[in-house]
Structures are given as C-alpha cells and as structure tokens.
C-alpha cells in the first residue's frame, strides 16, 4: 500500500512564501502521478498542480506563475512550492497520489494566508 504525509504548512503573511512536502511510503511511487490539491472550508476538494512520473505538470489557472510542484524520486518525495501567497491560497492541501486509477491521499496540513 501507498502512504503520504504532508509538512509544512503554517501560518504566512501575504506575499510570502511556503514548500510544503509529502513524504510517500510502498514501491511504486515512481509510477505515479503525484498531486496536490487544496480543500477550504465550504468547498470542494481542488486541483492545485500535479506532475507526472516523467516530470509533466499541470497548475490550475489561480496558482500558475506563483506556485511549483516538483518531485525526487530518489527520496519518493513531492513538493510544492507556494511564492506571493495570497489569502485566497488559505486551504488545507492534500499530497495526492494516482496509479492506474487508484488514488491514494495523505491527511492534509493546513495553510493560512493572513492579509
């Protein structure tokens, strides 16, 4: 089985910047899609940036330009980094990942942008 667990989160002032990490566990890390995605309060779980095992990345269009994701196979490691943080980025962001259609999530940490 496949286990995530997301750091880094915390509290940031507008304009600031967060990397949030998600450490995976299981053998095919390599072969996923991982992905972050981002839950505020009242809804819906989102898509924030996804990268897949060769390196191809998707953002959605409210982060391009300021957020990146990344990925070190080597370490089984994803990351995102968050620049020029918003309040509207405030969210608990979930490690996703994604192998044949099974989708695995971490238990989430939570960002607050203050303004």
């Known amino acids: 089985q496949v286990q995530l667990v997301e750091s880094g989160g915390g509290l940031v002032q507008a304009g600031g910047s967060l990397r949030l990490s998600c450490a995976t566990s299981?053998?095919?890390?390599?072969?996923?899609?991982m992905g972050w995605y981002r839950q505020a309060p009242g809804q819906q779980r989102a898509l924030v940036a996804d990268?897949?095992?060769?390196?191809?990345?998707t953002y959605d269009d409210s982060v391009k330009g300021r957020f990146a994701i990344s990925r070190d196979n080597g370490k089984n490691m994803v990351y995102l980094q968050m620049n020029s943080l918003e309040p509207e980025d405030t969210a608990v962001y979930y490690c996703?990942?994604?192998?044949?259609?099974?989708?695995?999530w971490g238990q989430g940490t939570q960002v607050t942008v203050s303004s």
């Open positions: 299981g053998s095919v890390f390599r072969l996923s899609t």
């Open positions: 996703r990942a994604r192998l044949f259609g099974t989708t695995y």
């Open positions: 990268i897949t095992n060769s390196g191809s990345t």
